[in-house]
Structure formats: structure tokens, C-alpha cells
């Protein structure tokens, strides 16, 4: 019989209905992929090169449990580079992606009688996880008038003694919204008023076009209370090669380092010295990268507020939309399977990343503009018959 804490796991939406989508690709239907979150663009080249030549070099063994030593330096330098910040190789753990120090941080600071606050609409393992934990969810709602930031007086009130973490997303999937300085100081107050941690999980970190990216972790008194959260894969386009990383208060490394060794050993070796690439090589393929998102938010967005019974408003980051979708007349849900079925798009209904994602359709424009361009048709025609 399966223990209570494994039936509280979830599953991720977008997997889902990629796996209908490529049902109705096999049956010969042609579909257009708005629902996953994976950029479109080729893993650069010279970070493949780099680790086929460690593959071939027979780097092949096990490594250190927490990571490379070069690569965890490098990983400290870049990252605070990138944050105006200082951190040290030690404070650095590597995982097989990132999702493993949502795992730990959660497991190794929350449970039965603990509180976790989380962004809803949010990623769906936030809750997951939480449940997972034995702790107690607390959804923080993201709203659309507020370009999907929480009200910060609702967050205060939502914070307690009992909150021992608070997992913040920004830029955010799947709204694409991203906090202000203000909002960031908010949660920095309430977090050593109430003595807990901040889980920063900013894997959009490069997604940030309309204003400069801010980590919690540089607000005064939150270096030693901030877990930063952070990857490979969106950025450097490496969502198979499963390599991510955290970046700790010293207090947390031992713990999260025997995770590793209790669960994983180590990281890939030869995958690591592709990520060491990443950093160290030219950095022009995430520019270009994140220059074409921009140039695609703005026609989707712009597309999409034409479209009968829907509006968006625009992201500030990451690289997805969320329109909404009430004034059609039809559920999230409902929507989302029958663009699928009847008009060929592949989009996730908001409610799959919370309650609070009711009325909205998440869609991902890590697609090329022919296809956005393709499916912005194929959705006026459909919508322009129901609405």
C-alpha cells in the first residue's frame, strides 16, 4: 500500500498534453506546440563540443557529490556577476537539473505543522512538493490588474509563525510576471519578522526584458535567508541534459549535499563540463535568444488582444502569455482541449498551475514566429465561430 505522502504527488499539465499532442501528430493531425516550456533553439554548439570531448576524454566516472570544483567557482562567479553579488564555490551544490532543490529545500525545512506560501498561478511542483512534505500550501494569488504581482497587504496577512518557507518565481511561470523592488523588500521584512527562508527560483533570470533582473538575495539582511534557485536549461536551451544548481546559506550545504549523495551520487560528469562551457564561452546565443523572445512576445501578445473574447497583458519576462480568457464564454479547461482537438493548438489551461489560474490559457512562445503566426490564425478562426 502506498503511504499518504506518495499520493500527494502531482503531475506537470504540460507533459500531459504534450503527450496528446504528439497522440494527434501520429494520427497524422498537424500541431502546433504552445503548451511545453522548452526554447526551440539548438543547444550551442560549442557547449555540445565541450562535452563530447570530456565523453571522449573518458570523463566518464563518478565526481565530487556537490559538483565539479571548477565548476561550482565558475558557477559562483557567474551568478554573481549576474546579481551584483558575491558568492563563494562552497555556497554552490549541482543537481541533475533544477527541480532537485525545490526537493531538498522543501523536505529539509517544512512539514507536518509548517506553512509554505507559493505563487499561484505558480509552477505546478511548488504545490506538489509541499503536500509531498506533509507541510501546509499557502497559494499567494498573482493578479492580472497587478500584472500578476500579489497585493502586498494579502501577503503580509498570509504570513505567520508557522511559515518556515516562502517560494518566490520571477520572472514567473506561467504568467510571465515579474516583481519590483518594492514587492521584494515586502517579502524581506515578513521574512525576518516571521524567521523563515526564501526559495528564489530564477531560472528566468535572462528573460527579463523590460527592466533590470533584481534577486532577493541582494535586499539588505536576506543573503543568509535566500536558497537561489537557478539552471541550465532554459537559458543555455540544455532542458535534457538535467543540470542545475543552488546556490545556499552555508548552514543548508551539508544537508543539501547528503541529499545528493542519499538520492543522485553526483551529476553527470561529462555534462558538467558542458554547463562549465556554458559559463566560460561566449554568451551571444542566450543574447540572440532572448532578443527573439522578446520579438515574439510582442507579436503574440499584440495577436492575441485582437483575438474575439480575449485579452493579454503583457509579460514581463520568462516566455510565456497569459490571456484571458472569460469573456469567451468557455472554461480554461474546456478551451485549452478544444483548441487541441478542433483547431490544432497545443495550449495548458491556467487552472493547472493553481485556482487562482482559472480563466487563463498559458501559452508558450518558445515556438518559431511562423507557427505563432500559424496558430494565431488557426485560434481567431475557432474563436471567431464560438464567441
Known amino acids: 500500500m502506498l503511504k499518504q505522502r506518495a499520493t500527494r504527488l502531482e503531475g506537470e499539465s504540460a507533459f500531459e498534453i504534450l503527450a496528446r499532442a504528439r497522440g494527434l501528430e501520429?494520427?497524422?493531425?498537424?500541431?502546433?506546440?504552445?503548451?511545453?516550456?522548452?526554447?526551440?533553439?539548438p543547444t550551442p554548439k560549442h557547449i555540445c563540443e565541450a562535452a563530447a570531448a570530456a565523453l571522449m576524454d573518458g570523463k566518464t566516472g563518478y565526481g565530487p557529490s556537490p559538483g565539479l570544483p571548477e565548476l561550482r567557482e565558475t558557477i559562483a562567479e557567474h551568478a554573481g556577476k549576474l546579481r551584483g553579488l558575491d558568492f563563494r564555490a562552497d555556497q554552490v551544490i549541482v543537481t541533475p537539473g533544477a527541480k532537485p532543490i525545490l526537493f531538498y529545500s522543501i523536505n529539509s525545512l517544512a512539514g507536518p505543522g509548517d506553512e509554505?506560501?507559493?505563487?499561484?498561478?505558480?509552477?505546478?511542483?511548488?504545490?506538489?512538493?509541499?503536500?509531498?512534505?506533509?507541510a501546509k500550501p499557502v497559494p499567494l494569488p498573482l493578479l492580472e490588474e497587478n500584472d500578476f504581482r500579489f497585493d502586498r497587504d494579502q501577503f503580509r496577512s498570509l504570513c505567520s509563525d508557522r511559515t518556515r518557507l516562502m517560494i518566490l518565481n520571477s520572472p514567473g511561470n506561467p504568467t510571465g510576471g515579474v516583481l519590483n523592488r518594492r514587492d521584494l523588500e515586502t517579502i524581506a521584512e515578513e521574512a525576518q519578522k516571521h524567521d523563515f527562508i526564501v526559495l528564489s527560483d530564477e531560472v528566468y533570470i535572462h528573460f527579463s526584458y523590460d527592466a533590470p533582473f533584481e534577486s532577493i538575495a541582494g535586499i539588505p539582511g536576506?543573503?543568509?535567508?535566500?536558497?537561489?534557485?537557478?539552471?541550465?536549461?532554459?537559458?543555455?536551451?540544455?532542458?535534457?541534459?538535467?543540470?542545475?544548481?543552488?546556490?545556499?546559506?552555508?548552514?543548508?550545504?551539508?544537508?543539501?549535499?547528503?541529499?545528493?549523495v542519499n538520492i543522485v551520487s553526483c551529476v553527470c560528469t561529462f555534462n558538467q563540463y558542458g554547463a562549465l562551457e556554458a559559463l566560460r564561452g561566449t554568451q551571444e546565443p542566450v543574447h540572440e535568444m532572448v532578443g527573439e523572445f522578446r520579438r515574439r512576445r510582442d507579436y503574440l501578445v499584440g495577436e492575441l488582444n485582437r483575438l474575439p473574447g480575449m485579452s493579454c497583458v503583457l509579460p514581463g519576462g520568462a516566455f510565456y502569455a497569459f490571456p484571458s480568457v472569460r469573456d469567451t464564454g468557455v472554461s480554461s479547461q474546456e478551451l485549452a482541449n478544444t483548441l487541441l482537438d478542433e483547431a490544432g493548438v497545443a495550449t495548458v489551461a491556467g487552472n493547472s498551475f493553481g485556482p487562482a489560474g482559472d480563466g487563463y490559457l498559458r501559452l508558450s512562445y518558445a515556438n518559431s514566429m511562423e507557427n505563432l503566426r500559424t496558430a494565431m490564425t488557426r485560434m481567431g478562426e475557432y474563436l471567431g465561430r464560438i464567441v
Open 26 to 41: 501520429s494520427q497524422g493531425r498537424d500541431i502546433v506546440h504552445l503548451e511545453i516550456g522548452q526554447p526551440d533553439f
Open 116 to 134: 509554505v506560501i507559493y505563487p499561484d498561478p505558480g509552477f505546478p511542483m511548488y504545490h506538489s512538493l509541499v503536500a509531498h512534505a506533509g
Open 222 to 260: 536576506m543573503a543568509d535567508r535566500t536558497i537561489l534557485l537557478d539552471g541550465f536549461s532554459k537559458s543555455y536551451s540544455m532542458t535534457g541534459w538535467r543540470i542545475g544548481y543552488g546556490i545556499l546559506p552555508p548552514n543548508l550545504v551539508e544537508t543539501f549535499d547528503l541529499y545528493n
